[in-house]
């Protein structure tokens, strides 16, 4: 049996779940009222702050009280794709509340990538995302867009939630790689990151040996985990196919943002939807730079693409011409299937 108190504070969304310990099989809960996530591009304790003193439950507790759920959704994306300001933009009270990158996700890539049993693994993994959708608001439906070294579970979430819809979130592959030249040696390291938990849960499939990885410069490694996540993509869209999946490419998205947020609420089905761009048009997350906060320049973007590709433009253009003639011995398609409508 429940007690009171744990129940009337999992009756509250912004009690977020926000990690999972294994060891213990417990949530550990803190409070980000429906308001603070609007602020922060993810909600992580980089950007939220360490809680001192999460709320601890164990799981079985957890799913007992939780007596609802909302809908669900998901943007997968392969980073650098706008992905943050297009969950930001979803989030309109009365349709849909948006979840940027929760660390409870990351948790069940870590834990599973520490050997948990597949069956309970499977399992928790329901409960976590189970805990992620409760409801903010009656008739509300929830948009999860977790980080990217997620994508491995993207599959088996999809197949563990039957009803739930997917956005594949790209930035074509020069945009992709002027992204991880522009931000410096920290985004260089971080591709080499990825890549190695890629190669960990088995994503990556194009044909190099082991050793192949430690010759190729940082933006042959980038590509080659932006191939990988391209790889998967495909999978995901041949499996579960247009009634499910939708895809959608960052400069398609920039380019008229209000109408591209507005077509992917209609794939979701989200509350409001048939409002179209109207109901996102003065979104204020479309006016803003999703990490900084501030409000975009007229121009801004393109001059700060125009100043990398001045700098890094010859590397980029050899290690596309590279990408491409990889992605075609693989037979891995630079764009993606099932474009949203």
Same mark, same amino acid.
């Given at each position: 049996?429940?007690?009171?108190?744990?129940?009337?504070?999992?009756?509250?969304?912004?009690?977020?779940?926000?990690?999972?310990?294994?060891?213990?099989? *417990?949530?550990?809960?803190?409070?980000? &009222?429906? #308001? =603070?996530?609007?602020?922060?591009?993810?909600?992580?304790? @980089?950007? %939220?702050?360490?809680?001192?003193?999460?709320?601890?439950?164990?799981?079985?507790?957890?799913?007992?009280?939780?007596?609802?759920?909302?809908?669900?959704?998901?943007?997968?994306?392969?980073?650098?794709?706008?992905?943050?300001?297009?969950?930001?933009?979803?989030?309109?009270?009365?349709?849909a509340m948006g979840l940027s990158e929760p660390v409870v996700l990351n948790d069940m890539i870590g834990w599973r990538r520490r050997g948990a049993e597949p069956r309970h693994h499977a399992q928790v993994l329901?409960?976590?995302?189970?805990?992620?959708?409760?409801?903010?608001?009656?008739?509300?439906?929830?948009?999860?867009?977790?980080?990217?070294?997620?994508?491995?579970?993207? *599959?088996?979430?999809?197949?563990?939630? &039957?009803? #739930? =819809?997917?956005?594949?979130?790209?930035?074509?592959?020069? @945009?992709? %790689?002027?992204?991880?030249?522009?931000?410096?040696?920290?985004?260089?390291?971080?591709?080499?990151?990825?890549?190695?938990?890629?190669?960990?849960?088995?994503?990556?499939?194009?044909?190099?040996?082991?050793?192949?990885?430690?010759?190729?410069?940082?933006?042959?490694?980038?590509?080659?985990?932006?191939?990988?996540?391209?790889?998967?993509?495909?999978?995901?869209?041949?499996?579960?196919?247009?009634?499910?999946?939708?895809?959608?490419?960052?400069?398609?998205?920039?380019?008229?943002?209000?109408?591209?947020?507005?077509?992917?609420?209609?794939?979701?089905?989200?509350?409001?939807?048939?409002?179209?761009?109207?109901?996102?048009?003065?979104?204020?997350?479309?006016?803003?730079?999703?990490?900084?906060?501030?409000?975009?320049?007229?121009?801004?973007?393109?001059? @700060?693409?125009?100043?990398?590709?001045?700098?890094?433009?010859?590397?980029?253009?050899?290690?596309?011409?590279?990408?491409?003639?990889?992605?075609?011995?693989?037979?891995?398609?630079?764009?993606?299937?099932?474009?949203l409508s």
């Amino acid at each position: 049996m429940v007690d009171t108190a744990t129940a009337d504070l999992l009756a509250n969304a912004e009690w977020l779940a926000h990690r999972y310990d294994p060891q213990h099989d *417990a949530f550990h809960y803190r409070f980000v &009222p429906r #308001a =603070r996530h609007a602020t922060v591009p993810f909600i992580t304790d @980089d950007c %939220l702050g360490v809680e001192p003193s999460p709320v601890i439950i164990a799981r079985g507790n957890a799913v007992q009280a939780v007596s609802s759920r909302a809908p669900i959704h998901f943007i997968f994306h392969s980073a650098y794709c706008a992905s943050t300001m297009l969950v930001r933009a979803l989030d309109v009270p009365g349709s849909a509340m948006g979840l940027s990158e929760p660390v409870v996700l990351n948790d069940m890539i870590g834990w599973r990538r520490r050997g948990a049993e597949p069956r309970h693994h499977a399992q928790v993994l329901v409960d976590t995302i189970g805990q992620l959708a409760r409801p903010y608001a009656p008739g509300e439906s929830l948009v999860i867009k977790p980080s990217n070294i997620f994508n491995g579970l993207a *599959a088996q979430s999809l197949s563990l939630f &039957p009803h #739930a =819809r997917a956005l594949l979130l790209y930035a074509p592959l020069p @945009d992709f %790689l002027l992204s991880v030249a522009r931000k410096g040696l920290w985004c260089r390291l971080w591709t080499r990151e990825l890549l190695e938990g890629m190669l960990h849960d088995g994503l990556v499939d194009l044909g190099f040996e082991p050793r192949d990885f430690f010759r190729q410069s940082d933006l042959q490694v980038a590509a080659v985990g932006w191939l990988a996540q391209q790889a998967l993509f495909h999978r995901l869209a041949d499996a579960f196919g247009p009634a499910r999946i939708a895809s959608l490419d960052s400069e398609t998205l920039t380019r008229e943002p209000a109408d591209a947020v507005a077509r992917v609420a209609r794939h979701f089905a989200l509350p409001g939807c048939e409002r179209g761009r109207a109901a996102y048009a003065d979104h204020p997350s479309i006016a803003r730079n999703s990490k900084s906060g501030k409000r975009f320049v007229a121009g801004e973007r393109q001059s @700060d693409q125009q100043a990398a590709r001045r700098a890094y433009g010859e590397e980029i253009d050899q290690v596309t011409v590279w990408a491409r003639a990889v992605a075609e011995r693989a037979g891995v398609a630079m764009k993606l299937p099932l474009p949203l409508s």
